[in-house]
């Protein structure tokens, strides 16, 4: 049974910071691409930060650029996302994504449940 389970997401000020982790379980961890998706309130789900499978790249929406850091340990089957400099427009429920894609299995996607975070004073 595959699951992706978040963890992290809180109640913090503006400037503050947080660190979501998202631990996978049931799958070959070290196969799949992450990413952190976001969804506001009344608006759709945003692809917030991608890393490869081995970790060698990264990509990052414009509006977290140089304020988030996504990170992964495949010894540990978990990512993580690093957020500083936090912003109340960064408010949202915060999921995590694995995909993947072998010749063998094809196209496999797994999500999880989603951790809120709300930033606010």
């Known amino acids: 049974q595959v699951q992706l389970v978040e963890s992290g997401g809180a109640l913090v000020q503006p400037g503050g910071s947080l660190t979501l982790s998202c631990a996978a379980s049931g799958i070959r961890f070290s196969l799949f691409s992450m990413n952190w998706y976001r969804q506001a309130p009344g608006k759709e789900r945003e692809l917030v930060a991608f890393?490869?499978?081995?970790?060698?790249?990264?990509n990052y929406t414009d509006s977290v650029k140089g304020r988030f850091t996504i990170s992964r340990d495949n010894a540990k089957n978990t990512v993580y996302l690093q957020m500083n400099s936090l912003k109340p427009e960064d408010t949202a429920v915060y999921y995590c994504y694995a995909d993947s894609w072998t010749i063998f299995t094809g196209h496999s996607e797994y999500w999880g449940q989603g951790t809120q975070v709300t930033v606010s004073s």
């Open positions: 890393i490869s499978s081995l970790g060698s790249l990264t």
